[in-house]
């Protein structure tokens, strides 16, 4: 087991504490470098009704979706943060993880699990599940408290860490390794790990059960069950498969308590729809703007695969009635209805 100096990682925090984070107030944290299953925590590895866990999550790689490398997978324990290698572990190692990531008692905070989960799909046959997901939390909490989102006007990882109700901590380094990532998209396939690599690679999980546990505090019963059913459903959207997720876990179901009254949130799915060879160009318009009018006119997230693709499909999730107006949408600009 490979351990390297540490940054300091936050603790549970108490629920009543409202300053801002200041890293040198919180004690280090071991980061250990896992080639073997045997590095990591049993509890872990055998997860249980009866020792529930909850973890930050996060995945590096090259070209980070079905067609690239998954090279790190980051674990954030309160006493560990543990960087599983997958390049130098591989297949086997990985595989070693699948129980946890497909338990329900293991809990998963990531911020936009989406690419994660589609290379750990694609490449290792994995079903992630039971994730909270920052972003989506984040979204949540705005709307609850009267701020509507733009579309596409998603929070940034950088952004929610320097947010002072969530953590308050600038990442700085953060755009350096972007700019490496630019430079060399191999940049998560060199070994052995330099201590830039090793920082970075914890910076993305370290604070998320703190997050969490603020984000928690804010959300009502009704946004709690809106995170878990979406939280799937971003799991499951770029996973594309030919038997409609039926090997999937299923999804959340509308807790008791909110059905009263006749007035239960509808049920939220995901559509995917194809796109024809050469209408991609009709779906998004001159400089974006058809597909940004659709948005606007629809509550839900239409996404798109973009360069990694798939290419010739759009996803949308969302509530029942507003997937139909915005597949009718965009299939009506496929047509030139529009």
Request: glycine letters at 6%; one cysteine or more; a negative charge.
């Amino acid at each position: 087991m490979a351990s390297l100096p540490s940054p300091y990682v936050p603790l549970s925090p108490d629920p009543g504490e409202r300053s801002v984070i200041h890293e040198a107030q919180f004690p280090r944290v071991p980061i250990q470098i896992v080639t073997h299953a045997s590095q990591l925590p049993a509890e872990f590895l055998e997860p249980c009704a009866e020792r529930p866990l909850v973890i930050g999550f996060d995945c590096e790689g090259a070209d980070l979706c079905r067609n690239g490398t998954l090279c790190i997978m980051q674990l954030a324990f309160p006493d560990a943060i543990y960087l599983v290698d997958a390049i130098q572990g591989g297949k086997m190692l990985i595989q070693a993880c699948k129980p946890a990531l497909e338990s329900s008692h293991v809990t998963k905070v990531i911020h936009d699990c989406k690419r994660d989960s589609e290379a750990l799909y694609f490449q290792f046959g994995i079903k992630l599940n039971n994730v909270v997901d920052t972003q989506i939390a984040y979204a949540l909490i705005e709307e609850q408290e009267g701020r509507k989102r733009l579309p596409d006007d998603y929070i940034s990882f950088v952004g929610l860490l320097a947010d002072p109700r969530y953590c308050g901590v600038p990442y700085l380094e953060k755009e350096e390794v972007r700019f490496l990532l630019r430079q060399d998209p191999n940049f998560w396939t060199y070994r052995p790990l330099s201590e830039q690599m090793v920082r970075a690679a914890a910076d993305d999980v370290r604070f998320l059960t703190y997050i969490y546990n603020r984000m928690m505090g804010k959300l009502n019963q009704q946004s709690l069950w809106y995170l878990a059913v979406r939280g799937a459903l971003y799991c499951r959207c770029f996973c594309i498969t030919n038997n409609d997720f039926s090997d999937w876990p299923p999804l959340p179901t509308i807790p008791d308590d909110l059905l009263v009254d006749g007035s239960a949130p509808e049920e939220e799915i995901l559509s995917v729809l194809d796109v024809p060879p050469g209408k991609m160009g009709r779906v998004i318009g001159k400089r974006g703007a058809s597909i940004l009018s659709i948005k606007e006119s629809c509550d839900a997230e239409i996404l798109m695969g973009g360069d990694k693709g798939p290419p010739d499909k759009v996803f949308i999730i969302g509530p029942v009635k507003q997937v139909r107006k915005a597949e009718a949408m965009l299939r009506g600009r496929m047509l030139d209805m529009y």
